[in-house]
């Protein structure tokens, strides 16, 4: 038995053992069939089967009598291993079908990760995982998949016509979930990763921090995390472009903050609200607040123009944001949500802020703080009454609320919520005015 380390970089994923076997039908051909068995290479870093975290690698070593799938002409013949020697494996067992010498084959490691139809590694077989590296259903056992492609050689037994070698075609990674501070504990069950429309679920047998997974390669996508902990609560959080290459191992910490799913669909979107504002740890923190498409806090909200990003001569003309061929809607880089929190982020547009308000909704006391309680989908949200920011003066803190979107109204107002003891509704004001951001993402 062998046993190899690798670094986080290079490490290519492990073969796994697969303690249970899918029968695959074969088509009728040779009732006894004909002896197989030829060595393959393990690629550069071979290691299968004991997969065991060692700092920042993963060892693993090879082990006799795993299976190995071996497809030709549309039959799948189960192979195992009968001996390992360095960075090889022999494999052997008996050929089925008609084989003919030069005819194509498809090594799949390990057997139970074959579709015998199509020749390929399952397309589902990443869908639903248990987060664990090593044990019944684990990475080891069911995941960690190899492929290789080569030709028969038939001549009364058969073996491969050439070198063959296997290689990995997942990525392992390590997830520590965490919320945003890096250091708050978050007990997944189960974790959800997206890539494009396609979810990843891993649902561990309890609730946990640490959970294994095997995803596809990607470049430059965009990848999103969702959590729900024991007590029901969901986080979420997303890397916007990154890249990971199958057979690698990484760990990555996971930041992630609470949201509520209320329902609220806009042009075909799931819109998640945060449970706070920016600036702020709880709900029923004002948080910071800021100029409409300002990213940062500052002392003087002045009643006037003379200090905001926007405008160069007093509010006569405004450089980017403006009804007379400039934006409407806020990029990234102006808004304070994304700027102070990042990933996917971002302040809420009217539309969105008009379909908050279309909910059911009630002037509350939440932790001795006056607001807004939002209910949908069996879900709520509370948006503290922080009032606003004008001048070096905080006005109506306790007794109103105004939340910015992130939508331009006119040149020099942009629409906001505003909210007291009497009615919740939209409306707009100056720009220039500081008011608490509630950010969303989708």
Avoid at 53 to 81: C, F, P, Q, R, Y
Avoid at 358 to 381: M, Q
Wanted: a negative charge.
């Amino acid at each position: 038995m062998k046993k190899t380390v690798f670094g986080i970089a290079t490490l290519l994923l492990a073969l796994s053992a697969c303690n249970k076997i899918e029968t695959i039908d074969q088509p009728v051909g040779m009732a006894d069939g004909i002896p197989f068995s030829a060595t393959v290479s393990l690629g550069d870093n071979a290691a299968t089967k004991a997969l065991a975290e060692n700092g920042s690698t993963i060892t693993a070593s090879w082990a006799e009598g795993e299976k190995v799938a071996l497809i030709h002409n549309g039959v799948s013949d189960e192979m195992t291993v009968s001996s390992v020697s360095g960075g090889s494996a022999t494999i052997s067992g008996t050929i089925t079908g008609t084989p003919a010498d030069g005819d194509a084959v498809t090594i799949i490691y390990p057997s139970s990760a074959a579709d015998g139809t199509t020749g390929n590694i399952k397309a589902d077989l990443l869908y639903a995982q248990n987060g664990l590296l090593t044990g019944e259903g684990s990475i080891a056992e069911k995941y960690d998949a190899r492929k290789g492609t080569g030709t028969l050689k038939v001549d009364g037994t058969a073996t491969l016509g050439g070198s063959v070698s296997l290689t990995n075609q997942f990525a392992i990674f390590k997830f520590t979930v965490r919320g945003a501070d890096g250091t708050t504990v978050i007990s997944a069950k189960p974790l959800t990763v997206t890539i494009g429309t396609q979810d990843y679920v891993i649902t561990p047998a309890a609730a946990t921090d640490v959970l294994y997974a095997a995803l596809p390669a990607v470049s430059g996508e965009k990848v999103s995390f969702d959590a729900t902990d024991g007590s029901d609560r969901t986080y979420t959080c997303a890397k916007l472009s990154v890249s990971f290459a199958a057979g690698s191992y990484y760990q990555s910490t996971l930041k992630m903050r609470e949201y509520v799913d209320l329902g609220i669909v806009v042009g075909g979107k799931k819109i998640k609200w945060a449970t706070c504002n920016v600036g702020a740890a709880n709900p029923q923190d004002y948080g910071d607040y800021f100029a409409w498409g300002e990213t940062t806090t500052k002392t003087d909200y002045k009643s006037d123009w003379s200090n905001y990003f926007d405008t160069s001569d007093g509010g006569f003309t405004f450089t980017k944001y403006n009804i007379d061929g400039g934006k409407t809607v806020l990029d990234l880089e102006d808004d304070a949500a994304n700027a102070n929190w990042g990933g996917s982020w971002r302040m809420p547009t009217n539309a969105e802020m008009n379909a908050l308000l279309a909910l059911s909704k009630e002037w509350v006391t939440y932790e001795g703080v006056n607001g807004y309680k939002f209910t949908g989908n069996g879900k709520t949200l509370f948006l503290p009454a922080a009032g606003f920011r004008l001048d070096t003066d905080l006005g109506y803190a306790g007794s109103r609320g105004y939340y910015w979107s992130s939508s331009l109204r006119g040149s020099d107002y942009a629409w906001r919520v505003y909210f007291d003891s009497g009615a919740a509704r939209s409306s707009s004001y100056s720009r220039y005015y500081g008011q608490p951001v509630r950010p969303v993402t989708e």
